[in-house]
């Protein structure tokens, strides 16, 4: 995917945390979205993904599709996103974390941030 382009440090850094979460659930994926293009630039309706350090991921699903999902949808699982962001949270190339669950953006670096209700989106060192 042309949106999907992150840094090396980045990369690493998601297979590194996909490979986690799926030892702890054997039925899930972590499904990423927007990165940034190869090249830089503008990416629409983004004010960052310019430089592959952020990254959108979907929360996880309680019937683990691979389909959107917000925090008031039934389908959404708190613990299994919370257990997620709680991996990337623990990785050394992890930033900071924008997300509007209100029990997880209690957590050390994570905020709210308008418009995420359907997504996280993680800002990565490098």
């Keep these: ?5 992150g840094t090396k440090a980045t990369v690493e850094a998601l297979v590194e945390i996909a490979n986690q979460f799926r ?3 054997p039925n899930s994926l972590m499904a990423i979205g927007d990165i940034s293009f190869e ?10 993904h310019r430089d592959g350090i952020h990254i959108d991921l979907r929360p996880c699903r309680k019937d ?6 917000t925090i008031d ?13 709680e991996l990337f949270l623990s990785h050394k190339n992890v ?3 924008l997300f509007n669950d ?4 209690k957590l050390s670096r994570v905020s709210y941030y308008k418009g995420h209700h359907d997504h996280f989106h993680v800002t990565m060192l490098g």
């Design 64 to 69: 683990d599709q691979m389909l959107p999902v």
């Design 73 to 85: 949808d039934v389908q959404y699982d708190h613990a299994k996103t919370k257990l997620l962001i």
């Design 95 to 97: 930033k900071n974390i």
């Design 102 to 105: 209100p029990e997880i953006y």
């Design 23 to 25: 030892w702890n659930n």
């Design 39 to 48: 090249f830089g630039g503008k990416m629409p309706p983004h004010g960052t």
């Design 1 to 5: 995917n042309e949106r999907q382009w």
